[in-house]
């Protein structure tokens, strides 16, 4: 059974997406500040996280990096802010997708169990190759790790799933489309952008010189692909 932590500082909407998902049949955690629910995100076990951007003390942006630090689980932003800022900086902090308040709850339970599925799918599938190895970058599908000449570089969940996917088809070029209706789902929030976002912090995370890459190039008008 799935439980899912709810880090979020309005009891009753709290509350509202607790009810919603006990009926769908998960477990809830609750926290109602930044800081409980850092505690809780990082020292318990969740397969998902509903976080709240505007909480007292430490925001849902910083909450959400210290999580990405530690654990790759689907995190889904909810914030009453719309701006594109707001969700670009939420994605880029390895946010899985961003939920504008108000929102339908049986549309929250609707993403939340789409973005279960999609990770359970990702970190299942078996693939021809289980280490890829190209240049002193090393792949490990099956503990998700990524490794740049024996060092350990850490990625986001979904930057994992962009660096694999790019990497098991080197030399072909994937539109930012593309990369996004098979790694996200056009069913998610998220928009175009989110891809440009996980792809410059992928570079940041292995390339020695991110403005000049060795591994993901951009085909300019076009879309990306991993250079083999």
Not at 86 to 115: C, M, N, Q, T
Not at 181 to 191: P, T
Not at 206 to 220: F, G, H, L, M, R
Request: aromatic share 8%; proline share 3%; charged share 30%.
């Amino acid at each position: 059974m799935k439980k899912i932590l709810i880090i979020e500082d309005e009891k009753s909407i709290a509350e509202l997406e607790r009810d919603y998902l006990e009926i769908e049949g998960f477990i809830v955690d609750m926290a109602f500040t930044g800081n409980e629910g850092v505690t809780k995100a990082l020292a318990e076990e969740h397969d998902l996280i509903l976080l709240d951007l505007m909480l007292p003390g430490v925001d849902g942006f910083q909450i959400c990096k210290t999580i990405r630090a530690e654990k790759n689980i689907p995190i889904l932003m909810v914030s009453a802010k719309k701006e594109d800022i707001d969700k670009i900086r939420g994605f880029g902090l390895g946010a899985d997708d961003y939920i504008v308040k108000p929102f339908s709850p049986s549309e929250l339970v609707a993403r939340v169990k789409a973005h279960l599925a999609r990770y359970d799918r990702l970190i299942g599938k078996e693939t021809h190759k289980d280490v890829l190895m190209v240049r002193g970058l090393r792949i490990e599908q099956a503990s998700r790790q990524v490794f740049v000449n024996t060092h350990e570089v850490i990625l986001t969940a979904k930057e994992f799933d962009v660096l694999s996917f790019l990497a098991m088809h080197p030399n072909h070029v994937f539109s930012k489309d593309q990369l996004f209706d098979k790694l996200w789902g056009y069913d998610s929030l998220g928009e175009i952008s989110t891809v440009t976002v996980h792809i410059r912090k992928i570079r940041e995370k292995i390339e020695a010189d991110p403005s000049n890459p060795q591994y993901i190039e951009t085909v300019w008008g076009a879309g990306y692909r991993f250079k083999g």
